[in-house]
C-alpha cells in the first residue's frame, strides 16, 4: 500500500509542501501520496488522530498547530524542545516522534546551497520570534565568531541569547544597539515583511560581501532587501531554500533517503526584483 503523509493547518491552499515531497518521492522512487490536511484551530488532535488510524505515517506542520504539535507528540526531539515547536512528525504505532527542521534547512541551504560558511563570522539575526528560536542551535553549532539577536522587544533576544549561551558566543540587543556594528549575514527572522514592513536596521550592518537573507519566502525584493540592495549588497536570498531543505530533512528521516533539492529550488524560486 502506498505510504501516506501529508501536511496539516489553517489555512493550508498556499503549501507547497505536497509538491515538494511528491517531486522527492519521485525522484528517489519513493512509494509514497502527500496531500494538504485542513483542520480547524480547535481540531488539530482530532485530525491527526483520524489520519493515523487511517495508516498515515507522518505529517508536517505548519501554521497555527505547530505548538499543539509540541503537546502532541510522545517524543521531542532536541531542537524541537528548544524551538519550543514542531514542523514534523512520523507516527510508529502509539509513538508520535517530534522534530524541527526549520532552523538545519535554513543553516544548510545558506552553508551548501548558497556556498556561505558561517564559521568564524559575524552573523545578525533581526526578530525573537519563534523563527529565530527553532535557528539558534543550528547557527551556533556552525561555530560564529558571534551571533547578535536584535528585536523590538530586547527582553525576547536577551532570553534567547541565555539560552544559546551554552553553546556558542551569543548575545541579545535592541536595534539601535546596532550602530557602528558591521556583520557578514544578516537574517531577516522577523514577520515584518508580511506587511511589507522593515525592522529599523541601520544600513551600516551590512559588510563588505554580506549576505542579506529574509526567511520569509517568495515574496520578491521585501523591504529588508531592499534595503539591503540599497546599501550595496548583492548576495540577496529569501527563504525558498530553506523550505526546500526543511523538506528534504523530513523526508531524510521518514523514508531513509536524502533527495537533491535542486530541482524544487529552481521550480519554487520567485526572482527578486
Ligand atoms: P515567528 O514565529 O514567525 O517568528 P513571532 O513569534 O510572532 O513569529 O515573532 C515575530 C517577530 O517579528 C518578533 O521578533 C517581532 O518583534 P517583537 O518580539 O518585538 O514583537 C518581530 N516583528 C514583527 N513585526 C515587526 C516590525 N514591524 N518591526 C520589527 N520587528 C517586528
Redesign the pocket.
Known amino acids: 500500500m502506498t505510504d501516506q503523509y501529508a501536511v496539516i493547518g489553517n489555512p493550508i491552499v498556499q503549501s507547497k509542501s505536497p509538491l515538494i515531497h511528491t517531486a522527492f518521492a519521485q525522484v528517489t522512487g519513493q512509494d509514497l501520496e502527500y496531500t494538504k490536511l485542513l483542520a480547524p484551530v480547535d481540531g488539530f488532535a482530532a485530525a491527526v488522530d483520524a489520519f493515523r488510524k487511517a495508516g498515515g505515517k507522518g505529517m508536517n506542520v505548519t501554521a497555527p498547530f505547530k505548538l499543539d504539535a509540541f503537546a502532541y507528540a510522545t517524543e521531542l526531539s532536541e531542537g524541537a524542545k528548544l524551538a519550543g ?1 514542531v514542523n514534523a512528525m512520523k507516527f510508529e504505532g502509539d509513538r508520535v516522534l517530534a522534530q524541527n527542521f526549520d532552523g538545519v534547512g535554513l543553516v544548510r541551504d545558506v552553508v551548501h546551497n548558497l556556498g556561505c560558511p558561517l564559521a568564524g563570522k559575524r552573523v545578525l539575526v ?8 527553532g535557528a539558534l542551535l543550528p547557527f551556533l553549532a556552525e561555530k560564529p565568531a558571534e551571533l547578535v539577536i536584535a ?3 530586547v527582553g ?1 533576544a536577551t532570553e534567547l541569547a541565555a539560552i544559546g549561551a551554552a553553546h556558542g558566543n551569543v548575545l541579545g540587543c535592541s ?1 539601535e544597539a546596532l550602530a557602528g556594528q558591521v556583520f557578514d549575514a544578516v537574517f531577516n ?4 515583511s508580511l ?1 511589507a ?4 536596521v541601520p544600513a551600516s550592518v551590512f559588510g563588505p560581501n554580506c549576505l542579506a537573507y529574509e526567511l520569509a519566502y517568495g515574496k520578491g525584493l521585501t523591504p529588508f532587501l531592499q534595503a539591503a540592495k540599497a546599501a550595496g549588497v548583492t548576495r540577496l536570498a529569501d527563504g525558498v531554500g530553506m523550505l526546500a531543505e526543511q523538506a528534504a530533512e523530513a523526508f531524510a528521516w521518514w523514508r531513509g533517503v536524502r533527495p537533491d533539492t535542486r530541482a524544487v529550488i529552481e521550480q519554487l524560486t520567485v526572482p527578486l526584483v
Open positions: 515547536a533581526l526578530g525573537a520570534g519563534g523563527a529565530t528560536r528585536n523590538r522587544t525576547k536595534y527572522a522577523t514577520s515584518a506587511r514592513e522593515m525592522p529599523p
